[in-house]
């Protein structure tokens, strides 16, 4: 697996609650992968319609090999390191500017209430 790399410096913010520029762009990669799926999925129906395949009944019946789930595994990782990235980065950014005096000026703040 590639190492993942993250875009310097500040991204734009479009909402003001906290979050949902993530869950927008969590949705929009959903929506970007089911979108292809989609097209994906409608084409192979066409081809294997047209070689006539029943593709419902090979698909139930269907056994992956070790190296078949290997390969989806692999993909489906990759695909959730982009569906969290925004949420990675800002774990990633917070950390790297954390110190201890920030840290003990929380707990004052959090203290007064």
Known sequence: M???RDAKGKRPQ???QPGVDQAMSMILVLAEEFAVLRD???T???VLAQHSIDVTAAIEAHQPSPEILTR???WRQ???ARLYYLARKDAA???RNDTQDRYLETLETI???
Do not use: N, T
Request: hydrophobic share 40%; charged share 45%.
């Open 72 to 74: 989806r595994e692999e």
């Open 2 to 4: 590639k190492p993942v």
């Open 14 to 16: 479009f909402y003001d």
């Open 78 to 80: 990759a695909f959730l």
């Open 40 to 42: 994906r999925q409608d």
């Open 111 to 113: 203290a007064k209430g």
């Open 44 to 46: 192979l129906e066409e």
């Open 93 to 95: 950014d917070a950390a």
